[in-house]
């Protein structure tokens, strides 16, 4: 009687901890599908090359992100921004053409927001650009980029092993709010 009981609290246990393994396992791949990177969640309404722009026509970050010497956020360029010079150039390719329909039709561009950081962590293009950082340290070349790249990684583990690299605060109030 006694094996029995001990039998079944075996077997109990295996069940439990089979279960637990397999609910772990398909919240994981939920959440792990739905947050990774994929080509098609990546396209932009309008297409954009960081290579032509940054990279050939050596345009620096700062004209088109002008808030992040300033604020939290490098911003998105200005439909003014992007006109000032595509108003002027003869040369039309498709995305010319697009980028000028919506000018014409004073519509905002529903650019696809590629960052985001949780709410409860405080980050500022400022104080990064301001210790000595550049673009490229974090977004990588993305003057050689086609594409608008998502950055690095900005998992926590990133972070602080970039701030120990650089001997920057890794108190939690620094970047937790």
């Known amino acids: ?29 939920l959440y792990s ?3 990774s990177d994929s080509s098609s969640q990546d396209l932009q309404p309008v297409p954009f090359s960081h290579a032509r722009h940054a990279g050939e026509l050596k345009i620096d970050c700062l004209y088109c992100h002008r808030y992040a010497e300033q604020s939290r956020v ?7 921004a992007c006109i000032t010079c595509h108003q002027s150039i003869e040369r039309r390719n498709r995305s ?9 039709e004073q519509q905002p561009i529903p650019w696809i927001r590629l ?5 409860h962590v405080y ?11 550049q673009c490229a340290d974090c977004h990588g070349r993305v003057d050689t980029m086609r594409g608008t790249p998502r950055a690095a990684s900005y998992e926590m583990g990133w972070c602080l092993t970039c701030h120990q ?3 920057a605060s890794q108190d939690c109030w620094t970047c937790h709010k």
């Open 33 to 35: 599908s739905g947050s």
């Open 115 to 119: 960052q985001r950081l949780p709410d």
């Open 74 to 80: 490098a911003g998105i360029p200005s439909m003014h």
């Open 165 to 167: 690299q650089r001997k």
């Open 123 to 133: 980050f500022t293009h400022e104080r990064h650009l301001k210790s000595g950082l």
């Open 1 to 29: 009687m006694a094996w029995l009981r001990f039998h079944t609290a075996r077997v109990r246990a295996v069940l439990v901890l089979s279960l637990t393994g397999l609910v772990a396992i398909g919240i994981g791949t």
């Open 96 to 104: 010319t053409d697009q980028l000028l329909t919506y000018w014409r």
